[in-house]
């Protein structure tokens, strides 16, 4: 039987996910740069950021090119 505990954290999961997806249909670009920020991965193409400044803007530079 699953405790009280992990069903409230199951459920403030599922209220982040919510604001999440929330944040990410006003401002895409936006949700998109902050998810590069947090997890180190180029936010257009997936690929690990290395470079501080690429980790900062969330983009690696051939795809902010693109998108230049």
Known sequence: MRSLCAARKGSEFLSLIEALLAEL???????????????????????????????????????ARKFA
């Not at 936006?30 to 590069?36: R, S, T, V, W």
């Not at 690929?47 to 690429?54: G, H, I, V």
């Open 25 to 63: 249909e006003q401002t895409p670009i936006d949700a998109a740069i902050k998810y590069g920020k947090l997890s180190g991965r180029c936010c257009s193409c997936g690929l690990e950021l290395t470079d501080p400044q690429r980790i900062a803007a969330g983009i690696g530079p051939i795809c």
